[in-house]
């Protein structure tokens, strides 16, 4: 590989890593600012979505239908777990201490559930 593809390669990695922080910057703003919740598990539900992204290609769906099926499932899954943690306390105007420590257990439960789900190895897409 020459030096100019390397440079290229890094470019286009740079850029994509960039673009994913940039998209969760805009998750966390987007969510504090409709819930004023700072949930710090949000990193968690991408990568949920892209654990059920791999899991539903190996089932044989394409990448679309594995992309919307991951989105449906994290979705539901995101406002099941609003409605079960975050709704009852905001409705007794919990304060945001209380919602941040609930925000942090949320975080650790799904990256356990994730360690649970998927083991520790690494992954690749097809």
């Known amino acids: 590989m020459s030096a100019g593809q390397q440079v290229l390669q890094l470019a286009v990695a740079g850029l994509t890593t960039g673009a994913i922080?940039?998209?969760?910057?805009?998750?966390?703003?987007?969510?504090?600012?409709?819930?004023?919740?700072i949930n710090v598990a949000i990193g968690e539900f991408a990568t949920l979505a892209i654990f059920f992204i791999l899991t539903f290609l190996h089932r044989g769906l394409t990448y679309a239908a594995a992309a919307l099926a991951a989105l449906f499932v994290v979705g539901v899954g995101a406002v099941v777990l609003y409605r079960l943690f975050f709704y009852p306390l905001l409705r007794r105007e919990a304060g945001v201490v209380v919602l941040l420590i609930v925000s942090i257990a949320l975080h650790l439960l799904l990256r356990g559930l994730a360690l649970i789900g998927w083991g520790t190895r690494s992954y690749a897409l097809p």
Not at 21 to 37: H, Q
């Open 21 to 37: 922080y940039a998209l969760m910057a805009l998750g966390f703003v987007l969510l504090f600012t409709t819930t004023r919740i």
